[in-house]
């Protein structure tokens, strides 16, 4: 699992859809999970920190979380099939009671961990499968690791001998 966090929301220039922009935490691997217009606004509201005069459905949702003290521990995006991403809530029941595991579209448990200041995670397949890798950041730290190397001797390692 890799945690990721949003970036932002984007519309899609050749299919005119909304798209929630994950990222890593170094900033050079984003994944583009496409979205409704409804998802998407919710969570631009909760990207924007704008308070508005009654719940939408996701703060409805943390709304009775919260009533029941119930807690999303996290979002973990797990799935990727046939161009569809899958999601699980992860919520614990309070006092250390039963665990939980819900299934989710992606959007509205990005939504709601944005709410509940809950971390997302994304599946390792799925970052392989789906992430775009930023080239520049990915260059220039290619580029680092090899000066390393280069400079690198065995007397770096600081290994005792053979015994």
Do not use: C, W
């Not at 979380?65 to 996290?74: D, Q, R």
Request: aromatic share 6%.
């Amino acid at each position: 699992m890799i945690e990721m966090k949003v970036r932002g929301i984007a519309v899609d220039p050749g299919l005119k859809i909304p798209m929630v922009i994950l990222t890593d935490e170094e900033e050079k691997r984003y994944l583009p999970i496409p979205i409704g217009v409804a998802e998407a606004t919710a969570i631009f509201i909760q990207l924007q920190e704008q308070v508005i005069p009654r719940p939408m459905t996701h703060d409805l949702l943390k709304n009775i979380l919260e009533s029941f003290g119930a807690k999303l521990v996290k979002v973990l995006v797990n799935d990727l099939h046939q161009n569809t991403f899958f999601a699980r809530l992860f919520l614990e029941m309070p006092d250390g009671g039963e665990k939980l595991e819900v299934d989710a579209r992606p959007s509205d448990a990005i939504a709601l961990a944005l709410r509940t200041g809950s971390p997302i995670f994304v599946a390792e397949k799925v970052v392989v499968n789906a992430t775009i890798v930023d080239k520049e950041k990915y260059k220039e730290e290619m580029s680092e690791f090899k000066k390393f190397l280069e400079n690198l001797s065995p007397t770096d390692f600081n290994l005792p001998g053979p015994t």
